[in-house]
């Protein structure tokens, strides 16, 4: 099953303090918008978003449909697809994509340990 992209979603208390610390450590701001409390950095293929007051924990982050550089690969699984295939094998999802829908869609699920996973796709 091919997810896309990975990142880390990262809750943090003081965007512009993270933001700081990630750049010590050799990452850079690729997207999002600090205004509104959310960036994505970028590390060589390594991605992390920064989100401020977004979320209630940290979550592993899937794009489907992109590389690592938010370019729209020529072929992939469509989100879609990836849920009803999850589904079949009796995983329970917290949120689902409306599947009569095309383009962009979402759905989520927690890991055993109660980790968040957000299957996101842009395309």
């Known amino acids: 099953m091919e997810l896309g992209n990975f990142s880390i979603s990262l809750t943090v208390k003081d965007l512009e ?3 700081a610390f ?3 450590l050799g990452f850079a701001v690729f997207g ?4 509104q409390n ?14 401020q007051g977004m979320f209630d924990k940290n979550a592993l982050t899937f794009n489907p449909g992109w590389d690592s550089d938010a370019n729209t690969l020529e072929g992939y ?3 879609r697809e990836l849920q009803r295939k999850l589904k079949e094998q009796g995983v329970e999802l917290i949120s689902e ?3 009569s829908t095309e ?3 979402s759905f989520s699920l927690l890991d055993p340990d109660g980790n968040p996973i957000l299957i996101d796709q842009h395309v």
């Open 17 to 19: 303090a993270s933001k």
């Open 22 to 24: 990630y750049e010590k």
């Open 32 to 35: 999002g918008d600090a205004a």
């Open 38 to 51: 959310w960036l994505i950095m970028k590390n060589g293929a390594t991605n992390i978003g920064l989100f």
């Open 77 to 79: 699984t469509d989100v």
């Open 97 to 99: 994509a409306d599947e």
């Open 103 to 105: 383009g962009p869609a």
